[in-house]
T-cell receptor
Framework: GAVVSQHPSWVICKSGTSVKIECRSL??????MFWYRQFPKQSLMLMAT?????????EQGVEKDKFLINHASLTLSTLTVTSAHPEDSSFYIC????????????FGPGTRLTVT | DQQVKQNSPSLSVQEGRISILNCDYT??????FLWYKKYPAEGPTFLIS?????DKNEDGRFTVFLNKSAKHLSLHIVPSQPGDSAVYFC??????????????FGTGTLLAVQP
């Protein structure tokens, strides 16, 4: 149980284009999902909290117009990186709150974004 | 301001011995702590957690100890196995008024278990 998937696992795009990353909870419903990014040899940094049916809550310093989050159903949240630039290249990981214990989060496998 | 710190970037242990990974935190409002294991280019895998009302939680080979007065927690793995080799992150949550489940991650410790 508590399986989270992400798609795509890796993507290369040109500077100025937009990229959408999907995060799905496969065997449970997730009211709340989280989006993180990780730079090489660094920790995971929370970008935003995504709540089903409402606007996402962004962490300080994260541009909400650049990183669009949509959580339209209890099993799907999407992160769209708009007008991507090389500095947006990173490893993006989503997570979902556990159902039996909401204090635990279960993570997807991550998406490697490279902007050329 | 790094609220969760893992001061050892790496640790090497012989197979069969105990691995002890340490984590310190500064925010006394944290009330829930978790350990995750992560391989490169993969998402973290949940290992074990502990609430601040406890000082120990055990699950198989993994035991987490919490010392609230010292704001310190540790993960013990015994016996260590080569398959345990990975980066281990501690994470903390709580005290964010309405967003208590946000996780703050430490910087990670790379564990290498030598056969």
């Amino acid at each position: 149980g508590a399986v989270v998937s992400q798609h795509p696992s890796w993507v290369i795009c040109k500077s100025g284009t937009s990229v959408k990353i999907e995060c799905r909870s496969l065997d449970f419903q997730a009211t709340t999902m989280f989006w993180y990014r990780q730079f090489p040899k660094q920790s995971l940094m929370l970008m935003a909290t995504s709540n089903e049916g409402s606007k996402a809550t962004y962490e300080q310093g994260v541009e909400k117009d650049k990183f669009l989050i949509n959580h339209a159903s209890l099993t799907l949240s999407t992160l769209t990186v708009t007008s991507a630039h090389p500095e947006d290249s990173s490893f993006y990981i989503c997570s979902a709150e556990g159902t039996s214990n909401v204090r635990e989060q279960y993570f997807g496998p991550g998406t490697r974004l490279t902007v050329t | 301001d790094q609220q969760v710190k893992q001061n050892s970037p790496s640790l090497s242990v012989q197979e069969g011995r105990i691995s002890i990974l340490n984590c310190d935190y500064t925010n006394s409002m944290f009330d829930y702590f978790l350990w995750y294991k992560k391989y490169p280019a993969e998402g973290p895998t949940f290992l074990i957690s502990i609430s601040s009302i406890k000082d120990k939680n055990e699950d198989g080979r993994f035991t987490v100890f919490l010392n609230k007065s010292a704001k310190h927690l540790s993960l013990h793995i015994v016996p260590s196995q080569p398959g345990d080799s990975a980066v281990y992150f501690c994470a903390a949550s709580g005290g964010y008024g309405g967003a208590t489940n946000k996780l703050i991650f430490g910087t990670g410790t790379l564990l290498a278990v030598q056969p």
